[in-house]
């Protein structure tokens, strides 16, 4: 996510909270979400899962088949940003200031990986997001993140 | 002089990144705009952003090892991307400076520009583990 107009605001009506799913529909099948095809898996008071499906043309590596380190990112990106929203129930126009992911193995040839976005901490200005990619199961995590996000306008009205 | 890595990954060519210049050795990638890097509508997507920050960190090292005569294999081990500019819907450039290359890890830092290098949409800062290849 980058600075932009509020256009998932219109998304969710003044009052009407904040649906990661429906949301995900809109970042999930258009622009880069889109192109990773990202689905929506779940989401909790704070949190968001999210998910991408292997693909041939998403590798690092032909060789090996290993799953581009960038497509970690994005999906990242995505699951934490959403959980700032969740966490609020509300839409906030908001920029990634920075994002930092620990790669603890790769995500091998044929797996779904899933990132799950978890937003810790929520000042007036700052989201504090952290969270985890995997294969399928928690316990055995892929990637680590951690991030900021900044908001870049008023609540949405 | 070794020649410029120009082979990148299907995670880049399915964004249409090629190699379009080199600045110090190293190879500068170029990601033209199109609606598979775009977040909100016009702006560029942070995970593009950050792939294209890769690509050109992976680009460099490959470059820096070549120069090297090494034949050795690389292993991300992490990356903070720090945003610093919103992407806007026109081409993105992006080159890695390898700042440390030793015999078991390297530094990497990329930026991403568009019209003006001196100022970055984004950086990328990275590690790398350094993997000679086995013997036999």
């Keep these: ?157 | 002089m070794s020649a410029l890595y120009t082979t990148l990954p299907p995670y880049a060519r399915a964004l249409d990144m090629t190699v379009v210049d080199e600045i110090d050795g190293a190879p500068v990638i170029g990601m033209p705009f199109a609606d598979r890097v775009q977040g909100r509508p016009g702006l560029l997507h942070g995970g593009a952003i950050s792939g294209l920050l890769e690509i050109a960190a992976i680009a460099a090292i490959h470059q820096a090892l070549r120069a090297k005569g090494s034949d050795s294999n690389i292993k991300q081990v992490n990356v903070t991307v720090d945003f610093m500019r919103g992407g806007l819907s026109q081409m993105t450039f992006a080159v890695g400076e390898v700042t440390r290359l030793g015999r078991t890890m390297a530094n990497v830092e990329a930026r991403a520009w568009q019209d003006d290098r001196d100022k970055p949409i984004a950086m990328g800062y990275m590690h790398y583990l350094i993997k000679a290849k086995r013997e036999g």
């Design chain 1, 1 to 157: 996510m980058t600075t932009g107009k509020t256009d998932i605001g219109t998304l969710a009506p003044k009052g009407g909270g904040f649906d990661p799913a429906l949301v995900n529909k809109l970042m999930g099948k258009f622009g880069h979400g889109g192109f990773l095809n990202m689905e929506y898996v779940g989401h909790g008071d704070n949190w968001v899962e999210l998910a991408i499906d292997w693909r041939e043309d998403l590798v690092a590596d032909p060789d090996t088949g290993i799953l581009a380190s960038a497509v970690i990112i994005s999906l990242m990106d995505n699951a934490t940003s959403m959980s700032i929203w969740t966490k609020l129930n509300e839409f906030r126009p908001q920029a990634t200031m920075d994002l930092r992911i620990d790669y603890l193995r790769p995500s091998p040839s044929g797996q779904r990986v899933y990132g799950r976005g978890i937003c810790y901490h929520l000042t007036n200005s700052i989201g504090f997001v952290r969270g985890y990619a995997h294969n399928g199961n928690p316990d055995q995590p892929l990637a680590h993140a951690s991030g900021t996000f900044i908001r870049t306008g008023g609540q949405a009205t």
